[in-house]
C-alpha cells in the first residue's frame, strides 16, 4: 500500500537484489553524482551561503533520502524551488536562522507523513504551482545576471526590483571577459546534448570555461575569489545556535519550506512513477524528506527536496532502487574529498549560465502560457501566486495561492449545489424524468417537496434557504429530499435545524427523504434526528409522502 511507513531500500532488499542491480546502481548513481556536483554547488551560492553547504546538502540529505525514501528511485539534494526562500531567511536571520528553520521544516514535513498527509498533499492546485515556480525561475534568471556580465555590484538588493536596479545602475560597468565565460558555458550546455546525453553538458561547461579562464588568466570572479578555499571534508556535526526570541518569525518561512519540499518531492516520485511502472509512498517519502531536513543542518547544509531532473536522469541511466541514490551522495563525497581544492577556480560566470538553463526548464513558460487560456478562476489563482512570488515574497504567495483555491473551490462547488422545488418542476414538465418516481396525482394539496443536489455544506446553505423561501404560503408538510446528498456539514445541518425551527413556527412538520448514512450519523450526534422525529426521516420519497397524508389526516381532525 502506498501510505505503509516502511522505506523503498527495505522491500528491495527483501525481494532481492542481484549483482546486475548493483552494476546498474553503481553506474547511475556515479553519472547522477557528477550532474548534481556543479547544481549543488550553483544552488548553494545563489541562496546566499557558501559553495561547500550545497554539497554538504548534496551529501548527507542524499544519502539519507535514499535510504528512507519512499520511492524507488529518488533523488534528493538542494534544488532551485528552495532558492528564493532560503536567499529571504539568510539575508534577514543568517544562517543561524536558516538552520533553525529547516530543521522545524523537517519536523513538519515527518509529522505529516506520520498523519498520514502525503495524498492530500497532490491535491495543491496546478495553476498555483506553476504559478510560484514560474515566478522563481524568473528571480533566479535575474539573480544570475551579475555574474552573468561581472557586473561589480557589492551590495545586492534582495528583492526583484532591487535587483533589476542594481543591474541597471551597473550595467556600464559589466565585463567582456566574464560575458565571454558566461556565454561560451550557455552555448555548451545547449549544444552538448546533441553530441551526446551521457555526460551532462553543465560538468563540460564547467572544464572548459574552468580551462580558459586558467590558460588566458581572464580577470573573471571564482569561487576562490568569491569565497575563499572549499573544505575537503564534512564537517563534524553540532546543533545550531538556537534563539527562542526567533522561532515565531520563522514558522511561516519553515511552514513554506515544508510545503515546497513536501509538492517537489511527491511531484518529483510521481514522475519516476510514470518512467518506471512503480508506485511510491508517498508518507513514507514525506518522513524521509523530513529526516533529512533535520539532520542536515547539523552539517552546515541548507533544505533539500526530490529533485525532478536528477531522479529522471537516475531512471534514465538504469537506477532501480535507492542504492543508486546512495552512491550518488557517495560520489559527491569522494568528490568533495579529492577535488575540492579545485572546485575554487570554478568561474561564476560558468554557474551563472548554468543557473540560468535550470531557470528555464523550471520557468515551465509553456504550461504557464496554456493556462492562460483556462477559466478565469485558474488564471487568477496562478497570476497571483506568479505575481506575489516575484515582487512580494515566496511565503506569502503560497499562503496567499493556497487561501485563494480554497475560495474558488468552495465557491464552485457552491455553484454546483442546487435546490429544486419539485411541484413546479412537475407542473412545468421540466426535470420529470429526474422525477419520474414521484406521481404528481399522489402529492396531496398542503403538501410541498424540495430536493437538493450537489455538495450540501456552508457555501450551500445560505442558497438552501433561500429557495425554500419561494413558498409564499407555509405548507402543512414540508418534505426534503436528500437522496444525493453524500456528506453534510455544521453550518447546512444549522441551516436544517433553522428551517425546522421556522417550520414549528409556521405550523409545518418537516419530514427528511432518502438520507445517507454519513448525513443520517451527523443528525443522530447533533441531537437534530431527535428534534425532527424519527418517523419523519425516511428511506424513500413514497414513504415521505405516505406519511404527510397521514400528518394532513391528522390535521383535519
Not at 546538502?57 to 524551488?81: D, E, K, Y
Request: charged share 15%; net charge neutral.
Amino acid at each position: 500500500m502506498s501510505s505503509r511507513l516502511v522505506p523503498k531500500l527495505v522491500s528491495c532488499l527483501q525481494q532481492g537484489y542481484s549483482r546486475s542491480d548493483l552494476s546498474r546502481d553503481l553506474m547511475s548513481g556515479v553519472i547522477v553524482g557528477i550532474v548534481a556536483l556543479p547544481l549543488a554547488i550553483a544552488f548553494a551560492i545563489a541562496s546566499g551561503v557558501k559553495p561547500e553547504q550545497g554539497l554538504f546538502t548534496a551529501i548527507v540529505a542524499g544519502f539519507l533520502i535514499s535510504a528512507l525514501s519512499g520511492s524507488r528511485v529518488q533523488i534528493g539534494g538542494p534544488t532551485g524551488a528552495f532558492i528564493v526562500v532560503v536567499f529571504g531567511i539568510v539575508h534577514q536571520h543568517g544562517y543561524g536562522g536558516l538552520a533553525v528553520a529547516t530543521m522545524m521544516a523537517g519536523a513538519m514535513l515527518v509529522l505529516m507523513g506520520l498523519a498520514r498527509l502525503g495524498g492530500v498533499i497532490k491535491f495543491i492546485p496546478y495553476p498555483m504551482t506553476v504559478g510560484f515556480t514560474s515566478g522563481i525561475a524568473l528571480i533566479i534568471g535575474t539573480t544570475q545576471l551579475k555574474d552573468l556580465l561581472g557586473l561589480p555590484i557589492t551590495d545586492p538588493s534582495p528583492d526583484f526590483i532591487g535587483k533589476i536596479g542594481d543591474c541597471a545602475a551597473h550595467l556600464s560597468g559589466f565585463s567582456p571577459h566574464a560575458l565571454l565565460v558566461g556565454g561560451l558555458s550557455l552555448a555548451i550546455i545547449l549544444v552538448w546534448p546533441k553530441i551526446t546525453r551521457k555526460i551532462p553538458g553543465s560538468i563540460i561547461a564547467i572544464f572548459a570555461a574552468t580551462a580558459l579562464v586558467q590558460i588566458l588568466e581572464l580577470p573573471v570572479a571564482t569561487i576562490g575569489s568569491e569565497f575563499g578555499s572549499v573544505p575537503s571534508l564534512l564537517p563534524a556535526p553540532k546543533l545550531p545556535e538556537i534563539d527562542l526570541a526567533m522561532i515565531p518569525e520563522l514558522i511561516s518561512p519553515a511552514l513554506t519550506i515544508a510545503l515546497l519540499g513536501a509538492i517537489e518531492s511527491l511531484l518529483s516520485a510521481v514522475v519516476a512513477d510514470g518512467m518506471t511502472g512503480t508506485r511510491h509512498r508517498s508518507n513514507m517519502e514525506l518522513v524521509a524528506q523530513g529526516v533529512a531536513n533535520l539532520v542536515t543542518p547539523l552539517f552546515g547544509g541548507i533544505p533539500a527536496t526530490g529533485a525532478i531532473a536528477r531522479t529522471a536522469t537516475n531512471v534514465k541511466n538504469g537506477g532501480r532502487t535507492p542504492v543508486a541514490g546512495i552512491v550518488h551522495a557517495i560520489t559527491l563525497l569522494l568528490i568533495l574529498v579529492c577535488f575540492a581544492r579545485w572546485a575554487t577556480l570554478i568561474p561564476m560566470a560558468c554557474l551563472a549560465a548554468v543557473l540560468l538553463v535550470v531557470a528555464y526548464h523550471m520557468s515551465e513558460w509553456k504550461h504557464f502560457v496554456k493556462l492562460l487560456r483556462s477559466p478565469r478562476a485558474d488564471i487568477l489563482v496562478m497570476l497571483t501566486t506568479f505575481v506575489l512570488t516575484v515582487f512580494v515574497d515566496l511565503t506569502v504567495a503560497i499562503e496567499t495561492g493556497v487561501v485563494l483555491s480554497a475560495l474558488l473551490f468552495m465557491n464552485r462547488m457552491a455553484n454546483a449545489a442546487e435546490v429544486k422545488y419539485i411541484k413546479k418542476e412537475i407542473d412545468e414538465d421540466f426535470g420529470t424524468e429526474d422525477h419520474a418516481d414521484i406521481d404528481p396525482q399522489q402529492i396531496p394539496d398542503g403538501v410541498e417537496i424540495f430536493e437538493v443536489y450537489g455538495p450540501f455544506f456552508f457555501g450551500a446553505a445560505n442558497q438552501f434557504k433561500d429557495t425554500l423561501s419561494i413558498v409564499e404560503k407555509p405548507p402543512v408538510v414540508l418534505i426534503l429530499r436528500l437522496r444525493h446528498i453524500l456528506t453534510i456539514d455544521a453550518t447546512a445541518l444549522r441551516a436544517l435545524e433553522d428551517v425546522l425551527d421556522k417550520s414549528r413556527h409556521d405550523g409545518t412538520r418537516l419530514i427528511l427523504s432518502g438520507v445517507h448514512a454519513q448525513p443520517l450519523e451527523t443528525l443522530k450526534r447533533s441531537g437534530l434526528y431527535e428534534k425532527i422525529g424519527t418517523e419523519f426521516v425516511l428511506e424513500d420519497i413514497h414513504s415521505a409522502v405516505s406519511t404527510a397524508r397521514k400528518v394532513l389526516e391528522i390535521e383535519e381532525i
